[in-house]
């Protein structure tokens, strides 16, 4: 006999994260897009992700994150913020901010922006031109960043960290500082995409890790409401897994350059998943109802331990793509938790990885892009 439907899904996400391209004029090894990029003919037109907004809004989304790749190679951007304005759409542009000239900066607040997260591989020239693949490009966020502050944007530094700019962490919260950043998040790399593929050239070793944590520490107590700083550990290391995306299909929905829309940017490993797309069906039928995104919800499909772990509701037993990823099984407990009888095979790895020299980057590449 058949399993019974499963109940439409009531919770509307929080947020939408609008992978409005996969175009990036930046190159970081430790991007989590996909190794197989979307190019730019199979991008979605305006006029849907407009459409997009108008069903997410109707849904209950009240956040929208502009991501990409860097969504302002997008000329459409500014009508993409109006709508999202019209609509009551709190408004988030994630940029690397090398491409944006202060006008086009005026014109997106002027359609609505309500807030700018930029992104800085290194605090100092030569380590962000080599990380990012992409000369001059220090001076080029740092000018973005001043004129993010003159307009009164609300801003957030990110600063994706590994070994080799993390002994640099007390200079980004300066940065931070002298930017006038509202908040800080110090991200350690996480191992997805064109990251994973670069995992030996990134990967930090453990008392690099431990310095980080103190310094993450000593600023929050040093600086208190000044700068807001969130800091995401490397799974490798941790003790539990994180939450992944607050959990499958319960907060967040992603839609990608061409229209899929999946639980979390990285969803697409799972073999076996079906991810709808914005063309054929609706939003909301999408997110309470379609297969992809019941696959992980409640608890029925998990294995032991997570399934008679107390912690089952707070982390969800971790990222169903890293059990992919790492396993072989998404079902998996998330090896990051020293619960799984493969954690420390993958601690193992990781500490070897971190102990070797770095291999050379390899570039996360679509096509050339026009700086
Ligand atoms: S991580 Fe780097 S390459 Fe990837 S989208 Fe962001 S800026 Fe572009
Ligand atoms: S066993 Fe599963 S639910 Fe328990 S802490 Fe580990 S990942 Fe989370």
Redesign the pocket.
Known sequence: MSAPAREPWREPPIGLLAELTHRCPLACPYCSNPLELTRRERELPTASWERVLEEAAELGVLQLHLSGGEPTLRSDLEAIVARARALELYSNLITAGVGVSERRLEALAEAGLDHVQLSVQDVDAEGCDRIGGFEGSLARKLAFAKAVRRLGLPLTLNAVVHRHNLDRLERFVELALELGADRLEVAHVQYYGWALANRAALMPTRSQLDRSVAVVKAARERLGDRLLIDFVVPDYYAT??KPCASGWGRAVIVVAPDGRVLPCHAAHVIPGLVFPNVEEKPLRWIWQESPAFQRFRGFDWMQE??RS?A??EI?F??CRCQAMQLLGDPEA??PA?T??PEHARIMALAEAEAAAPPPAFRYRRLEPVPA
């Open positions: 539990h897994p331990p997570c772990c912690r089952r982390d037993g971790g407990t998330d938790c619960l799984s």
